[in-house]
């Protein structure tokens, strides 16, 4: 992310996007392959269609698995899906003639939510992907190949007082219009009966929705589809070019804005109480500056979007914030007050007989004059879509202003989309979070074999994990194989000695502008020496205590004021990885074993004033992690060795295995198992303790 994003005076173009086919390789697939090919190149371009957006279909030949006769099935997008990334099982499969036949259960608009319970007895060869709402739109046209989007540029036109006439400009009758009509059976009949009244048009623009165009061939759908776009773009950014977006510009970029929203965040993050916590995400792109720092900011944003995709992920509205009272608690508290007052009054005004229970009245979207766009979810992914869709909103109100006035969606039709009971009904079928989703962690010594399983097991329950290690290129290595196998959202890496004030600064600094805080420090950053005590030089022994003792101390210090934010939601937990020798003294080890101990009495002393505010400090006390750890492959290991009078290779693996009190091995995956225990909930009750996990040693009992 470009934490210093150059914005111009003049408005941000459309992109204009042009055909990526492939006849070669569209030459050896076979019809389902094609629209599958059809559809990732549309939602793979994002000047094309949002992600998770837009749905294709296609009327294909196929034979009846009972009755071994040819049959017409639509394919077609499922529900959830995304056309960019999804695979052939992500389609939908229905019998056209089936499909076609239920008409005759359709009385009127009242029906849509019934139509769609007849969805699944259309289903051919026993699918079991869910057929999507928008169905109907192309199960009733009579076109091979139909294509619905919703780009930008397309829904800049929908969403504008003048983007009827704008229509009839661009295409010249060519393309028709249909006045606002939620998704559903309904939409479906009025665009099929409007197709038959106007032979001659080849797509259709849906106020508020996008546009649906057909073809009789894959390539010629989509060239079709992304020529429209063009177009649209082509129109929308001459008018653009007469005048300056949103009224020009009133608020420049604030140089600081980095450094001002890593504050901020985990400040709303703390106010934002509720069944769960949130995650945030942060950008200053060219189109949240643009539009924070405009004149016509505040009237426009109070209207909320229009697309029902980026109503879905935004809200009814965002919350905005006055930049020169960011530092101002009381004024945050307020402001989130005053949203969560908004959005009870708007689902008190809005609500059906049979609408589903209110849900979090907590803002999705905060903008902030200057500094850019801030969005908080459940969970990180979510998090930076709404921050996505959001700034395809922006784009939308641009263009459409450029061309009339910008119309947002009704309240209440909002509301009926919000609180859909077939959209509840969804949300309900979807699986419960895992236990870490919402918390952030920052792992010290994040590139090492103790630091790296701790940050892994805390993501594999939910957790969003940011690495920190002295070592750049090892911990980009580790961060670069976690992105890979757990996603790049929850993942972050930052360079940071330890014993650097201003580094761990910065560490926690970058924590809170990606994910929105903190609830989580494993401090594990961590070094290992032995010497007699007539060979410690000053320089070592302080080395040690740099590391382990005033390191720890650093890093407690500055994730300190982020812990204490989240006291309102269940409190924070601070893991020290400790050692045996903290509790057990060892020969030849002093200022290690030393710095060991000052950093355990330090946890202890933690836990007495972190109590207070939620926040709880243990320790976890590990021996002998030799495989996979970084401190056993330096010196460490030889000199351990050497004061047991052994070899430094198998033999003093078998020595610390079998000096054990339970004879096994103690590896990075059995600390962090213990280190997440003490992270979770379960743990809850729990502070000021120390956890062995040294496979038994009589001398490190701590009781």
Known sequence: MNMQTPISSAAIPFAVPTSRWDE??????????????????????LTVTNFGGGNTSAKLMEVDPLTGADTQVLWVKGSGGDIGSMKLDGFSTLYQDKLL???AHYSGPDDDDKMVGYLPHCTFNLNGRAASIDTPLHSLLPFAHVDHVHPDAIIALAASSGGEAATKAIWGGKIGWLPWKRPGYTLGVQLRDFVRANPGVEGVMLAGHGIICWAETARDCYEHTVALIADAANYLNAKMAEKPAFGGQKVAPNPDRAAIAADLMPRLRGLMTGARRKLGHYSD???????????????????????????????IAPLTLAPERLKDDAYLAEKIADYRAMYAAYYGRCKRRNSPAMRDANPVVVLVPGVGRITFATDKTTARLAGEFYGNAINVMRGAEAIGDYIALDEQEAFDIEYWLLEEAKLQRMAAPKPM????????????????????????????????????????AVYNGFAKRFGKDVVRAVACDVTDEAQVAAAFEACAREFGGLDILVANAGIASSAPIKETSVALWRRNY??????????????????????????TSVVFIGSKN???AAAGASAYASAKAAANHLARCLALEGAPAGIRVNVVNPDAVIKGSRIWDGDWRKERAGTHGIDAGEELEAHYRNRSMLKRDVLPEDIAEAAYWLASDASAKSTGNMINVDAGNAQAFTR
């Open 285 to 315: 792109d060219a189109e949240a500056l643009e539009f924070t720092g405009s004149a016509e900011f505040l009237a426009l944003a109070a209207l909320g979007t229009s697309c029902p995709d980026h109503f879905l992920r935004t809200k």
């Open 24 to 45: 070669a390789h569209a030459a050896t697939l076979t019809p389902a392959e094609l629209l599958l090919y059809r559809s990732n190149l549309l939602g793979s371009d």
């Open 101 to 103: 036949a239920l008409e």
């Open 582 to 584: 903290a509790v057990a």
């Open 546 to 571: 740099d590391v382990l003792a005033e390191g720890y101390f650093l890093t407690a210090r500055s994730a300190w004021p982020l812990l204490e934010r989240m006291k309102d939601q269940g409190g």
């Open 437 to 476: 989703v919402g918390r952030i962690a920052l792992v010290t010594g994040g590139a090492g074999g103790i630091g790296a399983a701790t940050a892994a097991r805390l993501i594999a329950e939910g957790a969003c994990v940011m690495l920190a290690d002295r070592d750049a290129t090892a911990v980009q």
